[in-house]
């Protein structure tokens, strides 16, 4: 914060601001920089129907209802959910909103394979990668324990809401 500071000085922003200053702004916004790799500006007028629905996967509820434990959430891209789609024809499809890859598991994970392990790009062959991956993984595995999604609708409602609310301040402000 203390960076940004100085940089709204430099722009003749302001004469003077402290880092926490700074912070409580946008802690009473919706800019939360410290609690996201990636700023969240959903644009798709659909974008809490088809998130809510992923949500609504993951508390194993479909339509209202509860999943059984023969019920199954795969997350699929398009080659892989052809090949579901032909060994489980009573497989329903359900498409993510763009831009919202935070709200998928896997690309979580990905991401932080990316940050642990594939930055630096610094590896001499592909035996080096492999490597590397299954000794994160094993790593990995020993200190983490499984992702326990508690984000809900409700989060969804109250974070959308206040990004609205920061939206219309902002028109009116200009």
Do not use: C
């Amino acid at each position: 914060m203390n960076e940004l500071a100085g940089e709204v000085q430099r722009a003749g922003l302001v004469a003077t601001i402290s880092g926490s200053t700074i912070w409580r702004w946008l802690d009473a916004d919706a800019i939360r920089p410290w609690t996201h790799r990636s700023w969240i500006f959903p644009r798709a007028p659909d974008f809490a129907t088809k998130a809510g629905r992923i949500l609504d996967l993951y508390d194993r509820v479909w339509e209202g209802q509860p999943l059984t434990t023969d019920d199954y959430v795969i997350s699929a891209d398009e080659k892989t959910s052809i090949q579901a789609r032909r060994r489980y024809p009573n497989l329903v499809l359900i498409h993510g909103p763009v831009h919202a890859s935070w709200l998928n598991q896997i690309e979580i994970y990905f991401s932080i394979v990316q940050r642990k392990v594939v930055t630096p790009n610094d590896f001499t062959s592909l035996a080096v990668v492999e490597d590397r991956l299954l000794a994160f993984q094993r790593h990995y595995e020993a200190l983490v324990r499984p992702f326990e999604w508690t984000y809900t609708r409700r989060d969804l409602a109250e974070f959308l809401e206040k990004l609205d609310r920061h939206s219309r301040r902002q028109e009116e402000a200009a």
